[in-house]
């Protein structure tokens, strides 16, 4: 289990590096996750809308 936070903070320290290295590269991954996240959600609500219907 403690490798897990091991990992887990090299994730973060990583991440934070790569903002301060590039912060509108880490803008755009971070919108194209977030687009991608909506995509799937409203694809989950059609599928549920049209069993429904």
């Known amino acids: 289990m ?3 936070r091991v990992v887990g903070w090299i994730l973060v320290v990583f991440a934070l590096y790569a903002v301060y290295r590039s ?9 194209g996750v977030g687009e991608s996240l909506g995509t799937l959600v409203n ?4 599928f ?5 219907a």
Not at 43 to 46: E, K, L, T
Not at 48 to 52: A, I, N, P, S
């Open 48 to 52: 549920f809308d049209g069993l429904l």
């Open 23 to 31: 912060p509108e590269s880490a803008a755009t991954f971070v919108r």
């Open 43 to 46: 694809s989950v609500a059609s």
């Open 2 to 4: 403690r490798w897990r």
